[in-house]
Nanobody, 120 residues
Framework: QVRLVESGGGLVQPGGSLRLSCAAS????????MAWYRQSPGKERELVAS????????AYADSVKGRFTISGDNAENTVFLQMNSLKPEDTAVYYC?????????????WGKGALVTVSS
């Protein structure tokens, strides 16, 4: 059974920084894409950032460009999100996502989420 576990969330003042980590355990093969999503109260879940495993191609939501950086370690099945210059509107539950494309088909894995609160 595959599990994704996020860590690094918490309370931070506006302008501060946090680093989220996500580690996968279990039998996960050929991760194609690793990503972070977030969901604020009353809003739909949105893609924050993604990185492809093969080429390391990056994509960011416009709202976080220049402030957030995604990185991954394919060998360790981990993904990170460095968040700088945080704003109150970044407050959300952040979810780790890994997309497997293998002989087993296409499978999406999700973590349970890490709460990030940006407030003074």
């Amino acid at each position: 059974q595959v599990r994704l576990v996020e860590s690094g969330g918490g309370l931070v003042q506006p302008g501060g920084s946090l680093r989220l980590s996500c580690a996968a355990s279990g039998n996960i093969f050929n991760i194609d894409v690793m990503a972070w999503y977030r969901q604020s109260p009353g809003k739909e879940r949105e893609l924050v950032a993604s990185i492809t495993s093969r080429r390391g191609s990056l994509a960011y939501a416009d709202s976080v460009k220049g402030r957030f950086t995604i990185s991954g370690d394919n060998a360790e099945n981990t993904v990170f999100l460095q968040m700088n210059s945080l704003k109150p509107e970044d407050t959300a539950v952040y979810y780790c996502n890994m997309f497997e494309r293998s002989y087993r088909g296409e499978i999406n894995y999700w973590g349970k989420g890490a709460l990030v609160t940006v407030s003074s």
